[in-house]
């Protein structure tokens, strides 16, 4: 398992940006496939964002396509979470995950996940 820490929530208007940052620890970051999920309060955690181990191949859910982008630099052992035109709705604690297994990410039974950043989006 590799270790995971969040960065770069915050309070942003609606119409802003934020950028989320999951540093991640050990050698072998560049064989994990990388995701981002979120959960709002009341609501159960949801797929944002998957990227594959050399950034190759993104998925994205349907309510921040286009306005999300999901990036990384293996050689700084990071993953990152461009978010645009962010909305109230986006507001929630953002996670991070990591798996050797792509389709795992995606279904959210990722082996390793953060601690969560908080981004709330005002009207």
């Known amino acids: 398992q590799v270790q995971l820490v969040e960065s770069g929530g915050g309070l942003v208007q609606a119409g802003g940006s934020l950028r989320l940052s999951c540093a991640a620890s050990?050698?072998?970051?560049?064989?994990?496939?990388m995701g981002w999920f979120r959960q709002a309060p009341g609501k159960e955690r949801e797929f944002v964002a998957h990227?594959?181990?050399?950034?190759?191949?993104?998925t994205y859910a349907d309510s921040v396509k286009g306005r999300f982008t999901i990036s990384r630099d293996n050689a700084k052992n990071t993953v990152y979470l461009q978010m645009g035109s962010l909305k109230p709705e986006d507001t929630a604690v953002y996670y991070c995950?990591?798996?050797?297994?792509?389709?795992?990410?995606?279904?959210?039974?990722?082996?390793?996940w953060g601690q969560g950043t908080q981004v709330t989006v005002s009207s």
């Open positions: 050990g050698r072998t970051f560049s064989s994990y496939a």
């Open positions: 990227i594959n181990w050399n950034g190759g191949s993104t």
């Open positions: 995950a990591a798996d050797h297994l792509g389709y795992k990410v995606v279904a959210g039974t990722a082996g390793s």
